[in-house]
């Protein structure tokens, strides 16, 4: 069974630092791209940031481009998103997701990430 | 970046209703377009990829179309597990945006 379970959110104030975790097992890790995806509050689904199968690749939203880092450690299972610089409109739940064939397969429960003074 | 729209933004339907959500890409994605469905305080499902496969477990009441820039998920008989909200996305690119979301509610 392919579980992803997110950790690290928290409560972080504007211009803080915060790094999550999503520690991933039930498949073959290393053998698939991997994607962040963030929800604000009572809004819609917002791509963050995606990374190759062997870490060779990133790809980042322009909301979060120059602010954050995505990467991953094959060795663990794990993929990681390193926030810097965070805004009050970085404030939403962070979902871990595994690609399969290009659209997102699973999804982990979400981690929330509050942005505020 | 390419944007996806989405309609309608939200609608009252019945059980048993035939239940249309449309999703438009600003560009061709190549049919490279999946739906999913997500219910409150969830994570969202996978129900459909590549315009229209089915992903294993979804009944087979959900249903997509479309080619080019213009998609169709087709619900055919509302069930009471069906109210949620439905997202398109398009994975044409990298950067893999989502429409606006479409709420199905209970008339």
């Known amino acids: 069974e392919v579980q992803l379970v997110e950790s690290g959110g928290g409560l972080v104030q504007p211009g803080g630092s915060l790094r999550l975790s999503c520690s991933a097992s039930g498949f073959t890790f290393s053998s698939y791209a991997m994607h962040w995806v963030r929800q604000a509050p009572g809004k819609g689904l917002e791509y963050v940031s995606a990374?190759?199968?062997?870490?060779?690749?990133?790809y980042y939203a322009d909301s979060v481009k120059g602010r954050f880092t995505i990467s991953r450690d094959n060795s663990k299972n794990t993929l990681y998103l390193q926030m810097s610089s965070l805004r009050a409109e970085d404030t939403a739940v962070y979902y871990c997701v595994k690609d399969s064939r290009g659209a997102y397969s699973y999804w982990g429960q979400g981690t929330l990430v509050t942005v505020s003074s | 970046d390419i944007q996806m729209t989405q309609s309608p933004s939200s609608l009252s339907a019945s059980v048993g209703d035939r239940v249309t959500i449309t999703c438009r890409a600003s560009q061709g994605i190549s049919n490279s377009l999946a739906w999913y469905q997500q219910k409150p305080g969830k994570a969202p499902k996978l129900l459909l990829y590549a315009a229209s496969r089915l992903e294993s477990g979804v009944p087979s009441r959900f249903s997509g179309s479309g080619s080019g820039t213009d998609y169709t998920l087709t619900i055919s008989s509302l069930q009471p597990e069906d109210f949620a909200t439905y997202y398109c996305q398009q994975y044409y690119s990298t950067q893999g945006t989502f429409g606006q979301g479409t709420k199905v509610e209970i008339k």
């Open positions: 990374i190759s199968s062997n870490g060779g690749s990133t």
